[in-house]
């Protein structure tokens, strides 16, 4: 009886639960309990469950939600403002979540509209993850502000960090496809494969949300020869799905960067890179670095003065100083496209145009 409940989880009448619980949830205890039982999915008029998620050392979210959004896959992700929302599924259910930085240099705070509340842990470490709150980034950013090359960068840019993954393979698939295109043109077709391949959320949810993403079992049957990419990079989308889905490729594994990228490197088609991008943001390595990126050779060549980008080999033997936080380094290297820099008479020169073609 919805008594018991009241009076086991604490409240002291039934008049107040209902009023805690319509405040917090948007409905009520008996409606949340016919919901339950008819299995029903999200209703997207419910108030959600409200968090807020604490980390260590600083973090921009702004800035991480400006990134994502400007990756943000259409149909799974969005970004109103400084707000993040994605489609999720939970215990078989979809349903939503939002992030929003209050910049109080302590929180990140989290909203789920979720169907049932059963794995709630689970989403909160994909956020946690998504962030790169997960981690501190103490170490790497104090080490990194001692460098004399990139120092001042990152003196100027305190709390950057690198996006990481909500769910491993999706970003893994979002990197693929952004391998040698811009990074409209790659979110452009990484929605595709959404809409074509995910399974459809039709319940009204905000800002044109309606897909969760392709499982590894979709991608790796599926047909892509008319999806919008080449041919040979649609050949490693399958091939890169169906290692995974059979288990042959393990995204949650952890061990020396060196096996993470031979592992990954042995599906045709995916190169240094793609699995250093895979390892820094869906494996959350922390020293991984794709010195072959033209953004990081551009905002490389930038830290020293130079009017040309760096070469693959000149980037990578600048990088080493940065170990073992080269991960870190990529975020500010990347950064820097976005920020204007000031020339020796110190006039603002304009944004790098590079910076729109970062696909990582």
Known sequence: PISKIAFAAGFTSIRQMNRVMQTLFGFSPSTLRQKRRRGDPLDPLDGGLRLRLPYAGRLDGRRLARYLGARAIPGVESVEGDTYRRTMVTCGYPGVVEVLDPRD?????????????????????????????????????????????IGPLVRRSAGLRLAGAYDRFETSVRIIVGQQVSVAGASTVAGRLAARFGETVDVGLPDGLRYLFPSPEALARADLRDIGMPSARARTIVEFARAVAAGELDL??????????????????????????IAARAMAHPDAFASSDLGLRKGAARLLGRNTPLSTRELGELAERWRPHRTAAMAYLWSSLSAPTTGRRGSVKSRDRAAERTTA
């Not at 956020?127 to 981690?135: A, E, K, N, Q």
């Not at 594994?253 to 250093?276: D, I, Q």
């Open 105 to 149: 240099g302590r929180h990140l705070e989290v909203s789920m509209h979720l169907a049932t509340f059963g794995s709630i842990v689970d989403q909160v470490e994909r956020v946690r993850s998504l962030f790169g709150t997960d981690r501190s980034s103490v170490d790497a950013e104090r080490a990194l502000r001692r460098d004399r090359v």
């Open 252 to 277: 949650t594994r952890v061990a020396p960067l060196e096996e993470l990228c031979t592992e990954l490197e042995a599906v045709p088609g995916v190169g240094p890179w793609t699995s250093h991008l």
